[in-house]
């Protein structure tokens, strides 16, 4: 019989002596209106005093957000209090580009890049298309990326298989081949069905990749947008998942509530399996992420006294 989530919890806490708080960290996309910059700071601002391993900011899907993405990096990076890893992606720039890209961050302090094919410039279901004279997929960028400057490189992983991978096979080896040519670690796609992310971590054990693939997590604020995201990222709603959210559309505070506890029951399942680094998807909102993090033991006296004397300094 399948344990309950506090069951999990209390098996992790008796194996090990002590429940590990797990460590974390958020990824936020550039605000494109004044509005949307005065949610994204609020963010940041709640979420930065849980001393997360690394705030992240988006690209664009199509590399359309370049300049907000750096003024945001920037931004963060000055705070001086937590380490920002900017987004780049392969789409619509040559070399040249960006590397003069990858100059500037150098310049800032940024140390972790996460590098990504990016999609196609046409939209979700258009062909991908290299851009002509630039990176041609996320392997070429990270060796092009790596050979410039040492940066600590992430790339994207898929447990349930890139839309454009041909097999799950063909997927796994070209993760290979991006931590061959320098990555560090991997953050998946976000899932449901956690066994889709724990056979995806034995393969690639199998395959003999020895690397971190740090799961991705998404507490779902929206079911119908949620849906309309997965039809395009070929990742399954699971039937339990829908069930949850069934009638629900005009009632967010039910919403937000079951959202935190998917998402937390998702958490320790994984923590019960041996995984203890979470990235979450925070769609710019922070409320979600606080609550689930705040039960799994992620308190603001947690940040490192270094973070902590260099965010007063």
């Known amino acids: 019989m399948a344990l309950g989530a506090h069951e999990l919890r209390d098996r992790i806490q008796i194996n090990l002596n002590n429940l590990i708080t797990p460590k974390v960290s958020f990824e936020f996309f550039p ?6 910059e005065k949610i994204l700071w609020n963010s940041i601002e709640k979420l930065e005093p849980l001393g ?18 750096h003024d945001a990096i920037a931004s963060i990076q000055s705070r001086r209090s937590v380490d920002a890893m900017p987004h780049l992606t392969c789409v619509g720039a040559k070399k040249h580009q960006i590397d003069e890209i990858a100059d500037q961050y150098i310049k800032l ?22 851009t002509p004279g630039g990176y041609d997929y996320a392997e070429q960028l990270v060796e092009g990326l790596k050979a410039r400057h040492d940066f600590e490189i992430y790339v994207a992983a898929y447990p349930e298989t890139h839309p454009d991978a041909p097999s799950p096979h063909f997927d796994l080896q070209n993760l290979q081949r991006k931590f061959d040519a320098g990555a560090s670690k991997a953050i998946t796609q976000y899932f449901f069905n956690t066994d889709s992310y724990l056979r995806f971590r034995d393969d690639a054990v199998r395959m003999g990749i020895k690397n971190p693939i740090i799961p991705g997590i998404l507490p779902v604020t929206n079911f119908a947008t949620l849906q309309r995201f997965s039809a395009a990222s070929s990742v399954a709603l699971p039937k339990w998942l829908k069930t949850a959210f ?15 506890n998917i998402a937390i029951e998702q958490v320790i399942t994984l923590q019960a399996e041996g995984i203890n680094d979470f990235h979450f998807y925070t769609l ?6 606080y609550a689930v993090c705040h039960a799994l033991g992620v308190r603001v006296a947690q940040i490192p006294r270094n973070k902590v004397a260099e965010a007063a300094a």
Do not use: H, W
């Not at 997360?52 to 993405?69: C, K, L, Q």
């Not at 069934?246 to 935190?260: K, M």
């Open 109 to 130: 302090g940024v140390r972790k890049i996460m590098a990504l094919r990016g999609d196609p410039q046409g939209g979700a279901g258009s062909a991908y298309t290299p």
């Open 31 to 36: 605000a494109n209106t004044d509005s949307m």
């Open 246 to 260: 069934d009638g629900l559309d005009s009632d967010p505070e039910t919403r937000q509530l079951i959202a935190a």
């Open 284 to 289: 710019n909102r922070a409320e979600l992420c």
């Open 52 to 69: 997360p391993e690394f705030i992240s900011v988006t690209y664009g899907a199509d590399g359309s957000t370049r300049e907000r993405t």
